[in-house]
């Protein structure tokens, strides 16, 4: 076959392939156009998922007559006067993005530029294009999108439900809204409702945004992030380890206003939290780095959502230290005013306090205590839990159980001082463990129920369970569906014990419905696996005898990772007789 230069919508139509994966990608695109054009306030309306419709209007600069015709042909931009790639201060700079929706949708801009004697509209549908007619509009831009993939009806195979890429959607706009917190911002969403994002400048309108997009408790759950060297500032706010989440999808970067989602930054993150969480909790964040735009290079993602620094071990280092030192600092002062610890301190002349407030994150030090504890207790010294036995020596690492206090706590004695066990999310982490043992052996032991359980569910839930049906069985869930509305439980969980049924498949049915997001399966089963723990678990308030206790200190000894609950909270604390000395002031 000879070679062609290929037709100019056939050109688009791959171009397109790269820029607009799905509708939340044509939001992204046009929000950043309304923002470049110096908007205060960028409205954004769906409808069907942003397939049917998305519409984007702004109170920005507006375009000529020229500038419109010209906008919407590939390679066409304002934004590099200069043709200068090397320090890009705009959102926007390929020319790619209008004549990208353009050939996979129905496009359709309305604009107005203050030099014109009124505003212009031009059509482009499936790439083909119209010519600028006068229309009506006050000032400003409307971008409406129609029939996202009419043109390219492979893509529209890929895309997922309706409320998926309305999920989707919200989420760029919360990613832009938090870059950006000086332009107002709405989001509608049709019957899945609206969101604001009022704007407001310098520090309150930054703090009011972090509020709006991360929930107004993480304000109280963060620390803030501030560091500066050498013209590369880091700040922002991170979460407390005991306020991790599940998943990343609450890490918001942004770097000189572009939000991104960048792998160097990304991992910097997870490495200034070190071990305070585990691998499968994710805390949440706000960083911002400010850098000179001529350190970092815009153009190397089809999405523009990834970077390239030019010095990539500086901005990692900076943003590791800024973070690990708002940890250390916030930790210092939970210390400071955490009663008891904080007289350890003043008595033990500065010494590292022993006993964790219950509140608190972790301390630094922690780990150290982790994993000398796993390595005194090696699986094989307790392989079995033991129910009731002779009554167990104080040489074993977490002692003999020798009280239970607020039904809550364990206080046992151990060769060198005492340990304080937090029953429930002890529990919580052995149930957990076992479940993954069960499931990466045979699958888990289940228990068949007499009297099968009916679990009335939202329907989309109720779908979304069953689909998953197979993995649940073998976590040793059997179900099947029982009418639209319901699913009806014929085994449990044997390690489970006695449990409130309803509420964990209702919890499960939710946790399930939220999947789409996850693709992986061995994450969607770690999900599962720490819901059911949750609800296995002995809860707090539950009185326990002292074979009882026993029988957790051994499990925990012989179980890996039982030093922290699933949630990355310490479930034990230990008192050294020496740190007790300290305290009444006898050292
Ligand atoms: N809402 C808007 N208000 C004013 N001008 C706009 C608006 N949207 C687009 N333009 C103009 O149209 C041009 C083309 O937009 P388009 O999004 O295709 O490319 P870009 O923003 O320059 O680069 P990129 O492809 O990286 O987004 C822009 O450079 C800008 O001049
Ligand atoms: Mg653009």
Redo the contacts with the bound molecule.
């Keep these: 076959m000879p070679v062609r230069r290929l037709p100019e919508t056939v050109q688009n139509r791959i171009a397109a392939g790269e820029v607009v994966e799905r509708p939340a990608s044509v939001v992204k695109?046009l929000v950043?156009?309304a923002i470049?054009a110096g908007a205060r306030r960028v409205a954004v309306e769906i409808e069907g998922g942003g397939v049917d419709l998305i519409r984007v209007t702004d109170d920005g600069a507006g375009m000529t007559r020229e500038d419109l015709a010209l906008a919407v042909e590939r390679h066409a931009t304002s934004k590099l006067p200069g043709d200068d790639l090397d320090a890009i201060a705009t959102?926007?700079f390929r020319g790619e993005?209008?004549p990208s929706i353009g050939a996979v949708a129905r496009l359709a801009i309305t604009t107005r530029h203050a030099g014109e004697p009124h505003a212009w509209e031009l059509a482009v549908s499936g790439g083909v294009k119209g010519e600028p007619r006068p229309a009506a509009l006050a000032r400003g831009t409307r971008v409406e999108v129609r029939d996202l993939f009419f043109a390219t009806p492979a893509r529209l195979k890929f895309l997922k439900t309706e409320r998926t890429e309305a999920g989707a959607v919200a989420e760029i706009v919360e990613r832009l809204a938090l870059a950006r917190p000086d332009v107002r911002l709405t989001l509608r969403m049709g019957a899945r409702g609206e969101r604001a994002f009022p704007g407001g400048e310098g520090e309150a309108g930054g703090r009011a945004r972090l509020a709006a997009v991360l929930g107004a408790e993480a304000l109280g759950d963060g620390i803030e992030v501030s560091a500066e060297r050498e013209g590369l500032a880091v700040t922002g706010l991170v979460g407390r380890p005991a306020a991790s989440r599940a998943t990343a999808r609450e890490q918001y970067l942004v770097v000189n206003g572009r939000p991104v989602r960048d792998r160097l930054l990304l991992g910097a993150l997870r490495a200034a939290y070190g071990d305070l969480l585990p691998r499968d909790r994710f805390p949440f964040a706000a960083l911002f780095v400010a850098v000179d735009p001529a350190e970092v290079d815009v153009n190397v993602h089809p999405a523009k959502t990834e970077v390239r620094f030019r010095e990539p071990a500086r901005v990692r280092a900076l943003v590791v230290s800024a973070v690990r030192d708002a940890l250390a600092r916030d930790m210092a002062g939970a210390q400071a005013t955490a009663g008891l610890a904080a007289r350890a301190v003043a008595l033990g002349g500065g010494g590292r306090p022993a006993l964790f407030p219950r509140a608190a994150p972790p301390r630094p030090g922690f780990a150290e205590r982790q994993a000398a504890f796993e390595r005194m207790a090696p699986a094989a010294r307790a392989p079995e839990p033991v129910a009731a036995g002779p009554e167990p020596e104080p040489e074993f690492p977490l002692g003999a159980a020798r009280a239970q206090l607020h039904a809550t706590y364990i206080v046992a004695e151990t060769a060198d001082g005492l340990v304080v066990v937090d029953q429930h999310a002890a529990h919580e982490r052995l149930v957990y463990e076992r479940l993954k043992r069960g499931l990466s052996e045979n699958g888990v032991a289940r228990q068949i129920l007499l009297i099968p359980e009916v679990v009335p569910l939202p329907p989309r839930e109720a779908e979304a369970l069953l689909a998953e049906a197979g993995e649940l069985a073998r976590m040793g869930l059997v179900l099947e569906g029982f009418g639209p509305g319901a699913v009806c439980v014929r085994e449990a969980p044997a390690m489970l014990g006695e449990v409130d049924l309803q509420r964990l498949v209702k919890d499960l049915a939710a946790e399930v419905a939220d999947f789409e997001r996850e693709v992986s399966l061995e994450g969607r089963l770690w999900r599962v696996a720490s819901r059911m723990a949750c609800h296995g678990s002995v809860r707090a308030g539950r009185v326990l005898k002292l074979p009882e206790m026993n029988a957790l200190l051994r499990e925990m000894e012989a179980t890996p990772n039982s030093a922290t609950c699933n949630h990355g909270r310490p479930t034990f604390v230990r008192l050294g007789l020496a740190e007790i000395e300290k305290l009444f002031g006898r050292r």
């Design positions: 695109e950043e156009n470049d959102l926007g993005a209008l």
